[in-house]
């Protein structure tokens, strides 16, 4: 079945600093990718999301882009903040069965004032 | 403004009791989900419905039992609790069929010892 792997957490950084969060996943046909966000006691958001290769996902100074070549989808933020704190998660649509949505196991991002 | 309303939000069992950990959402939404989410690990899929009197296993569906006899309320029943099922539950659900966004409940957060 289709699946998620997301880079291993945690990851701490200084406020202002450049965010990547890598996303690769393994999938039959072309899923939509979603990034998620769960902040301490919460359940998940959307964060933004693509339907399609070479889409650009944005919302809040995140962005990630639909790589079809090399089934990736990154986040990135040029200049986090402390309120950035929070777990993020790699998601798809399965193909197999468009109701599924798989997720990743998520990053832990901590930023340092 | 409910949205996703899980119950309870903390519940502890001794080791073969049962339980069920109720959903209900006033959207309208058809398709509705239940994933797992254990310390330090992202979200599992449990069992997902895309409409009343539609049910199907996710990813780890052993342990679990769920009905939806109506669009709102998307029961997971758990049978002989074990430690092995410790984790948080989040119930989320989107409209349809091309609507891809999640909303998710606030999560239960279930101890069996």
């Known amino acids: 079945g289709d699946s998620v792997t997301q880079m291993e957490g945690p990851v701490t950084l200084s406020e202002e600093a450049f965010l990547t969060i890598n996303c690769t996943y393994t999938?039959?046909?072309?899923?939509?990718l979603f990034w998620y966000v769960q902040y301490p006691g919460e359940g998940l958001q959307l964060l933004l999301k693509?339907?399609?290769?070479?889409d650009k996902g944005s919302n809040k100074g995140f962005e990630a882009t639909y790589r079809k070549e090399t089934t990736s989808f990154h986040l990135e933020k040029g200049s986090v903040q402390v309120s950035d704190s929070a777990v993020y998660f790699c998601?798809?649509?399965?193909?197999?069965?468009?109701?599924?949505?798989?997720f990743g196991s998520g990053t832990r991002l901590s930023i340092r004032p | 403004n409910a949205g996703v309303t899980q119950t309870p939000k903390f519940r502890i069992l001794k080791i073969g009791q049962s339980m069920t950990l109720q959903c209900t959402q006033d959207?309208?939404?058809?398709?509705m989900y239940w994933y797992r989410q254990d310390p330090g690990m992202g979200l599992k899929l449990i069992y997902y419905?895309?409409?009343?009197?539609?049910?199907d296993k996710g990813e780890v569906p052993n342990g679990y039992n769920v009905s939806r006899s109506t669009t709102e309320d998307f029961p997971l029943r758990l049978e002989l609790a074990a430690p092995s099922q410790t984790s948080v539950y989040f119930c989320?659900?989107?409209?349809?069929?091309?609507?891809?966004?999640?909303?998710f409940g606030s999560g239960t957060q279930l101890s069996v010892l």
């Open positions: 693509a339907t399609k290769a070479d």
């Open positions: 989320a659900s989107r409209p349809r069929e091309g609507q891809e966004k999640l909303f």
């Open positions: 999938a039959t046909g072309y899923p939509s």
């Open positions: 959207m309208n939404h058809n398709y």
């Open positions: 419905s895309v409409g009343a009197g539609i049910t």
């Open positions: 998601a798809l649509s399965d193909y197999s069965s468009a109701s599924k949505i798989i």
